[in-house]
């Protein structure tokens, strides 16, 4: 073995493991990738039923029945590696798939443990659903009676140990869990053991089979599944990803030691990388362009290869609206940074396909794109047609191919980015071109099969006959690989051959049976040849499985529905949203009174509990209202209000955080949003109440001197009199200053009035917009507030109709319905159109506090047609104090940056007292 442990030593990928729907096999799996087969599929109404799909879910309008079903989940064979009957039984089908594959890819490799040190296993799994659907669905396994057996064969820390134990590898073993980008993570790991020496030959990868295959899934509006079971990456009509099942594995060994002995090098991992997004993103399960930028250019520099030699890069490619166009910009800025890719660099992503592997997603575009280095083509990509609007192909030095391309590639790349924020990128180069070689010597050469019975060998010679039969194999590599690369069991077929054909026809004739004595065995030389890839062990599976009993009526479904307008049991109500949060947010301890963010809550849990809510009261029920609630009871509140009163209009004002104190009466900025005042009431005490106006309807038109009188004449139904406490941010700032002078007028105290870094009146004075303009803004406010969004004039929306797609562009909207989205621009574009008609008549007594933004945001000033006034125009409008306080960030960054909002409220909590 090579000793050389340098940091950026090449590795070779020297044997592929692989078992997806239509494909056992590398080279399966290569034809149906150019024949552009699909493994998504519409399952029947017999398969939904057998998968236990109630037939009033699976009639419902938003179930998609579609997925990837993987063939013989069941099988395993038990005694092959070691297991009793009832072990296999109660052990999840990935643990045994998993090390089925993996005994396969190092056939494939030509590797047996016994003649190797130090074999590093690196795995990833999804969480056992065979546990939780059938187990502990079967009333033999019931939960309180969970063995250790069966935690051992359903817990992911036990894969990784597992297949070392059963194989004997004595490297490292360890179970790697990053989300989607688990298995590209464990190949990153497995390169470092290589490079440091802690692994002679490593294998990484993953699977991912969930229970039961044909059940489909429900479409949620904003959630990342496709809404009609196609996967279209990068595509104009993209709607989501469908879920995949599979398992891949690679075989990794320094790349020097693999060309000295002799091994099949499919392709070169030059380098990787991996990283986190941090919290420089909108939320926990949104991706970051920042951070999967920087894991691109980390990558490149770690393989040392330019990118202009990247002709090719497999993309994580989800077919998500805002997952796909993020994507995009951050690679793009990472290439350019670094250069720029082979021109016409071709994208693809292998979840057309395959449908989403979760933790295994990496390993097969790994293993796909080494395929592609070693034949030299680029398979079609599926589903698409034409790019998302958002993803602008045509100006870029990337494209898409519908065809197959072959071309020569020098180097690849492949991108998994992990729900969390952990992201993985890895660079693969062609294997290195071998010297020719002389023909083979004109003699016997010995040939040994083996298998651990009579029954297995026969059906091994048969495969192996088949093969050589098929492809043109040098003998001497054939005898090599048998010889070198392979197990040695009881049961032998040895006999000696002077061509592959001459092997075929002995094999074929033969079998299982001895061989003819036509020569001197002992006296054969060792043949020296190359490992190739060749048939593996034949297997004797059986199935091992546990069904659940039939089945039941969930607790949460067997609530009595209501059609809108009908009488809703509040009690019954309120117990469903209650439990259904709980299960959400895996918290039993959940309280009417529990805040429903403070406890984990994000959008897409939201997007959740209110599509779970509209499906079982079959309920039209969007998404507009719920971001201003906070606790479950108050969830409980709108909802009812909506059976009640179908079409009314949201209450005017929702209680952010309740207390004791002087309230702080808050406007929402310009889109009507309070998430801003959400996330910052999460870091304050708590001890006084923070209740925030909701937005007036964009059609109502109001002016800002009539929206804060509709305003005061709702908080004086909270608080009749003063002293007042209001404030806002940005716009709402400006509303919350015309409630000030407007409640002084009418004889009221106003304590104190609070604005979030609002621009005085003098910086809007002048003309509103017409419809380009309007939308130009729009896209500059929305580029501006989050970093990384880019859109190009081409790009900007001329219509209502075509901004739902620009708005789910970034986290803070993702989640909303297109109404939503259109919603909010509507609003913005009425107030900010009224606040550029308003100045304050009079001016104001009390204390005014003005939380500054230290970075001027000074591009987008001219587009929203804002004059450069500073924050101190502002006390010639106050007689009384008025107190200035700094806060880090740009005017959006103050509540769009998760790091800088906690700054924010420690401003701001001293002036509540």
Known sequence: MNTDTSDNQSIAIIGIGIRVPLARTAPALWDNLIAGATAIRRFSVEELTAAGVPRARFEHPSHVPYGTELAGIADFDADFFGFSPREAKVTDPQQRIFLQTA???????????????????????????????????????????????????????????????????????????????????????????????????????????????????????GGIHSRDGQCRPFDKDASGTVRGNGCGIIVLKRLSDAVADGDRIHAVLAGSAINNDGSDKMGFTAPGIAGQAAVIGAALADAGVPASDIGYVETHGTGTALGDPLEFRALSRAHTAAGGPAPDCLLGSIKANLGHLDVAAGVLGVIKTALILSNQTVPPQLGFDAANPHVPLGRSAYDINTEPVARELRAAAVSSFGLGGTNAHCVLTRAPQLAERPVPEDRAYRITVTARDRNALTRLCGELAADLRGRSIRIDDLA???????????????????????????????????????????????????????????????????????????????????????????????????ETARQLLGDPALQPDSDFYASGGQSMTLVRLVSTVRDTYELPLGLEGFERLRTIEQLVQHIRLVFENPGQAAPAVVTITPGDGSALFLVPPAGGTNFCYQALATHLPG?????????????????????????????????????????????????????????????????????????????????????????????????????????????????????????????????????????????????????????????????????????????DQETLRIRQVGKDVWRGHATGAVRMVDVPGNHYTIFTDATLIPQVAAALQPLLG
């Open 103 to 221: 005994w396969e890819a190092m056939e494939d490799a030509g590797v047996v443990p016994a003649r190797t040190p130090r074999i590093g296993v690196f795995a990833a799994t999804t969480m056992s659903t065979y546990l939780l659907r059938n187990l502990q669905r079967n009333s033999e396994f019931r939960p309180e009676d969970l063995d250790y057996q069966t935690l051992i064969g359903n817990d992911k820390d036990f894969i990784a140990t597992r297949v070392a134990f059963k194989l004997g590898l004595t490297g490292p073993a360890l179970t790697v869990q990053s989300a989607c980008s688990s298995s590209l993570v464990a190949i990153h790991q497995a390169v470092r053991s290589l490079r440091a020496g802690e692994s002679d030959v490593a294998l990484a990868g993953g699977v991912s089979i969930v229970t039961p295959q044909t059940a489909g899934y429900r479409y949620e509006e």
């Open 687 to 859: 001890t006084h109440p923070i209740i925030a106006f909701t937005a007036a309807p964009a059609t109502d038109e109001l002016t800002v001197r009539e929206l804060a009188a509709r305003n005061i004449s709702e908080m004086r139904r909270v608080q009749p009199d003063g002293p007042y406490r209001v404030g806002g941010y940005s716009f709402g700032g400006n509303v919350a200053f015309e409630m000030a002078i407007q409640l002084e007028a009418a004889g009221q105290e106003v304590a104190d009035v609070v604005i979030f870094d609002s621009n005085p009146p003098e910086a809007y004075v002048g003309g509103g917009f017409d419809d380009s303009e309007f939308f130009k803004a729009l896209v500059q406010m929305v580029t501006t507030a989050f970093p990384g969004i880019e859109v190009s004039d081409d790009q900007i929306p001329t219509s209502m109709a075509e901004l739902p797609a620009l708005m789910r562009q970034y986290p803070e909207v993702a989640a909303f319905t297109e109404h939503d989205a259109i919603r909010f621009a509507h609003l913005w574009r009425q107030n900010h159109d009224s606040i550029k008609r308003h100045y304050p008549d009079r001016k104001y007594g009390g204390t005014l506090t003005i939380l500054r933004a230290t970075t001027a945001f000074v591009a």
């Open 480 to 578: 090599h690989t048998l010889a070198e690369g392979r197990t040695v069991f009881a049961e032998k077929l040895e006999f000696a051959a002077h061509s592959s054909a001459e092997a075929a026809e002995i094999l074929d004739r033969h079998r299982g049976d001895s061989a003819p004595a036509n020569a001197n065995l002992t006296d054969l030389p060792a043949a020296r040849g190359r490992k190739i890839s060749l048939p593996g062990y034949p297997f004797d599976t059986t199935p091992h499985w546990v069904d659940p009993d039939p089945a039941t009526s969930d607790s949460v479904a067997s609530t009595t529905t209501a059609a809108p307008g009908e009488a809703v049991d509040p009690d019954r109500l309120a117990a469903f949203v209650l």
